[in-house]
């Protein structure tokens, strides 16, 4: 069974850094793409950042690039989400997701498959 | 960037109603269309992928069609487990993906 659990969240002051984990299980991390998606409270779902299944290629949203930065540890199965100069406006939940990738037929990137269940990061001072 | 949009925003409906939500993209996005149900406090779950195809495990009542800039989400007939926000989104402008608002979907 496929599972992705946040972990990390928590209370951070405007200016403030926070590092999130989501931690794999159930299939074979180091073969897919890995998503961050975030709500904001009473929100839609806005997509964060995305990194290739071994880590070299890395891409943003305009309103966390140069702040926050995406990674993996494929031997942990482990993504993570360093948040730099947290801003109120970064306040929501945010979900880990796995990209759909490629089955024996067709791709399908940008599809995601599974979620994890959340983590809510709150600015404020 | 392409923009999605959905209507309604949000519908009431009765159980066994037949519901349509419409989703349409600022450019055209081929079959790279994928819908979403979330329910309050619970993380999103995908219910159809490439326009039309159901995920594994998502029940019939479920379906999606179109292409280019128009799509559809159809519930056949609506279940007490229904009643949640759908979501729709786009995967053809890798990897900025985008997401549509949102059609909240309550009992009437």
């Known amino acids: 069974e496929v599972q992705l659990v946040e972990s990390g969240g928590g209370l951070v002051q405007p200016g403030g850094s926070l590092r999130l984990s989501c931690a794999a299980s159930?299939?074979?991390?180091?073969?897919?793409?890995m998503h961050w998606v975030r709500q904001a409270p009473g929100k839609g779902l806005v997509w964060v950042s995305r990194?290739?299944?071994?880590?070299?290629?890395?891409s943003y949203a305009d309103s966390v690039k140069g702040r926050f930065t995406i990674s993996r540890d494929n031997a942990k199965n482990t993504l993570y989400l360093q948040m730099n100069s947290l801003r109120a406006e970064d306040t929501a939940v945010y979900y880990c997701?796995?990209?759909?990738?490629?089955?024996?037929?067709?791709?399908?990137?940008?599809?995601?498959?599974?979620w994890g269940q959340g983590t809510l990061v709150t600015v404020s001072s | 960037d392409i923009q999605m949009t959905q209507s309604p925003s949000s519908l009431s409906a009765s159980v066994g109603d037949r519901v349509t939500i419409t989703c349409r993209a600022s450019?055209?996005?081929?079959?790279?269309l994928n819908w979403y149900q979330q329910k309050p406090g619970k993380a999103p779950k995908l219910l159809i992928y490439?326009?039309?195809s159901l995920q594994s495990g998502v029940p019939s009542r479920f379906s999606g069609s179109g292409s280019g800039t128009d799509f559809t989400l159809t519930i056949s007939s609506l279940q007490p487990e229904d009643f949640a926000t759908y979501y729709c989104?786009?995967?053809?402008?890798?990897?900025?993906?985008?997401f549509g608002p949102g059609t909240k979907v309550d009992i009437k």
């Open positions: 997701a796995r990209d759909a990738g490629c089955s024996s037929t067709s791709c399908y990137y940008g599809t995601f498959d599974y």
């Open positions: 490439a326009a039309s």
């Open positions: 989104q786009q995967s053809y402008s890798t990897p900025w993906f985008t």
């Open positions: 450019q055209s996005i081929s079959s790279y």
């Open positions: 990194i290739n299944s071994d880590g070299s290629s890395t």
């Open positions: 159930g299939f074979t991390f180091s073969s897919y793409w």
